[in-house]
């Protein structure tokens, strides 16, 4: 038996002589793959086809198994078909609707899959007829428009955006699909902002809008205009950016609920015992599973908002009730940590519900906080090429917020002070922190601690050269900030200088094995330069003069490593070679750090001999550095607190053609039309005649 025939609804099988019987819907898709018109000797063809149940696997089947000679034959059913499809979906008859939508999708689907090397104009002529195809579209837009800003079914508007979603990523390749040229000039845009501004039809489709929303602003964004682009960089009304960001903070929050509660389910009970009887190879095996289901889909779509839209800044510092306290959700949440992502919603309870009682014992939250606690979990493990990209994509989201003037404000800002607890990696060396003991800061605070933290737990074999690079400009764009406002943030320095003087000890102890991939002295110069920073405007900015003198105390501590690398910088920059240049930058950038240590080591050991001790305490090595300021001699180095901006053309844009390649096949793979089984609709519009 053929692959179709297997797919085509059989009924029963009487006896081996005898073919088994099939589904009447399948009868008719087999007239309509006939040469002859279905409609010639049954006028009531179509209206019949549209009150049967679809079939999608045998259609899509049906469509795949044709072969070119074929498809000349039967052109002109399957424009016909598309044509029907379309007008079905005015029909006041319900089940008409839904069945022309599966069917489109199906149509959509099948043409593609048979056709992947065609042109987009073939596929276009092969569904509707090239001449007609600009009104054929243009009425199914607008069929679409109005289903999904009428008042009818909900569940019609989820089967419109699960068929949009189906249309946007039947290429794998999104700038591809000719088809989509239009989508973009009959705008849907409108339709998307509806869904997000209204409570209720944003907590049953948000995220289906949120998502194909995302995907068409990434239509061809760098060949021509999208008007997706321009109409969403432009939006101000406050209903529709707050209901986009409610969208993607409860998804984040659902992926940060199920990652704690699955490391709390890890750490206890019989898993624990287990454990310790047999190793971690179930507890590794669970982590795994769990950090593989990144949400990039949600994530891109944050990135655009940000990115594309100034208005949309405000929207990550609004403050609502912690979301994820509760470790067990009153109702039963419909997605697991395996479950498909880029089509099914997280658990929507928040956004049916915006205005929670404010308990004023309760932590309040905000998108910004949602996001650091999901970047902690993703950029924990950067192993394979999947995770490495998120924490990319985290990464750029955080440069785009940290060069952002208003964000800038709010971060800094002393009147909202936030806890957060950032997911930390375990490590042998470190004890687990605990939450309780986190104060109340700016969030600034938990930014710059998310950075070290990556920092501290990423140097090794496989090093993400790109992740470290933008963590430091991040670290580097906030000191511009300070410095530029004298804001003087109390925050443990200590850890960062520490951290960073690390990073060069592991650039130095692997110079290298790493150098035969990276450019190691662009992030030397980088690190440097922060220290730089520190030096020669830190009076502005560090919270006291004990800070400063803290700071010198770690240069001189730590002097070892700046030593090293000076050596280093200066036996390449005298040898021919492809670093030569960039060694050489790294060499005057030294010059202040290396005049703090001739300048105070002689100092300190002369006060060691005076006063016959053998090893200073910290308290009197920086009695010494305050004693001896006057005399140090450093010179001012330009440029320190100057940048580049973030811009994502032409740099990011291979990274964000991958990613989005990467997204559509993941919701094609998982978009599903048969959610809504007949028997739930016919159960809905029950009430209709």
């Known amino acids: 038996m053929s692959q179709v025939e297997k797919k085509a609804g059989l009924l029963r099988r009487t006896s081996s002589s005898k073919k088994p019987l099939k589904e009447k819907v399948v009868l008719m898709y087999d007239e309509i793959f006939a040469k002859d018109d279905p409609a010639k000797n049954n006028p009531r063809f ?107 079914s909900e569940s019609l508007k989820s089967l419109c955006l699960k068929l949009l979603l189906c249309l946007v990523t039947v290429t794998d390749n999104i700038s591809q699909n000719t088809i989509l040229e239009y989508v973009m000039i009959n705008s849907i845009f409108e339709a998307i902002l509806q869904i997000l501004s209204d409570v209720s039809s944003r907590g049953q489709h948000g995220y289906d809008a949120v998502v ?230 700016p969030l600034v605070c938990a930014v710059l601690d998310l950075m070290v933290e990556f920092i501290v737990t990423h140097m090794m074999k496989d090093f993400p050269m790109d992740l470290y690079l933008r963590c430091v400009q991040i670290i580097h764009k906030l000191l511009c900030y300070q410095k530029k406002c004298r804001i003087r943030l109390h925050y443990t320095w200590r850890e960062l200088w520490s951290a960073l003087i690390n990073l060069l000890k592991f650039l130095l102890s692997n110079e290298t094995t790493l150098l035969a991939k990276h450019n190691i002295f662009h992030l030397a110069l980088l690190v440097v330069n922060l220290f730089n920073m520190f030096i020669t405007y830190g009076d502005t900015f560090l919270p006291t003069s004990n800070s400063y003198d803290e700071l010198y105390y770690e240069i001189v501590r730590m002097h070892q490593v700046f030593d090293n690398l000076y050596c280093m910088v ?56 305050r004693t001896n300021y006057d005399t140090l001699t450093l010179k001012l180095q330009d440029g320190l607190d100057q940048f580049e901006r973030y811009s994502e053309q032409p740099k990011e844009a291979a990274f964000f053609k991958e990613l989005v390649r990467s997204i559509s096949l993941n919701v094609r793979k998982n978009v599903s039309l048969n959610t809504l089984s007949q028997d739930v609709l016919l159960k809905e519009f029950s009430t209709i005649s």
């Open 46 to 152: 179509w209206d019949e086809l549209f009150l049967m149940k679809v079939n999608l696997e045998y259609l899509e089947s049906k469509l795949e198994s044709v072969d070119g000679e074929e498809v000349q034959r039967i052109q002109d059913n399957i424009n016909s078909l598309f044509h029907h499809c379309v007008q079905a979906l005015g029909e006041e008859h319900q089940i008409k609707v839904v069945n022309a939508l599966q069917t489109l999708c199906a149509l959509f689907r099948g043409v593609h899959q048979k056709n992947k090397s065609a042109s987009g104009f073939d596929i276009i002529n092969m569904l509707m007829g090239f001449d007609k195809a600009e009104q054929r579209m243009k009425d199914l837009m607008e069929r679409l428009d109005s289903l999904l800003c009428g008042g009818g």
């Open 212 to 441: 194909l929303l995302a995907l068409l602003v990434n239509y061809r964004k760098y060949e021509s205009v999208n008007p997706y682009i321009v109409k969403l960089s432009i939006v101000d009304d406050e209903p529709t950016l707050d209901g986009m960001g409610m969208v993607v903070h409860q998804a984040l929050t659902e992926y940060n609920r199920q990652y704690k509660d699955k490391e709390e389910e890890n750490q206890g009970g019989f898993f624990s015992t287990l454990t310790s009887m047999v190793g971690s190879m179930f507890i590794a095996d669970a982590d795994e599973k769990l950090s593989v289901q990144t949400n990039e889909a949600i994530l891109l779509a944050l990135y655009e908002a940000v990115h594309l839209n100034r208005n949309f800044i405000t929207v990550l510092a609004q403050s609502h009730p912690e979301m994820d306290i509760p470790t067990t959700p009153t109702t039963p949440t419909p997605t697991t940590p395996t479950a498909a992502l880029g089509t099914t919603p997280p658990s929507l309870d928040m956004m049916n519900n915006p205005e929670l009682p404010l308990d004023p014992n309760l932590q309040t939250s905000n998108l910004l906080i949602t996001f650091l606690k999901y970047a902690s979990i993703v950029m924990q493990d950067t192993k394979d090429e999947h995770r490495l990209n998120s924490a990319r994509l985290c990464l750029i989201i955080l440069t785009c917020i940290a060069e952002d003037q208003y964000a800038d404000a709010f971060l800094h800002d002393d009147n909202m002070n936030f806890r957060v607890n950032l997911h930390r990696m375990p490590m042998r060396h470190r004890k687990k922190a605990v939450d309780k003991n986190i104060p109340s800061r």
């Open 570 to 625: 200066l036996r390449v920059s005298t040898n021919t070679g492809q670093w030569k240049e960039a060694a050489s930058k790294v060499t005057h950038a030294l010059v202040n750090v290396r005049a703090i240590v001739n300048h105070f080591d002689p100092k300190i050991e002369s006060y060691a001999a005076v006063n016959h001790i053998s090893q200073l305490s910290e308290e009197q090595v920086l009695e010494v550095v």
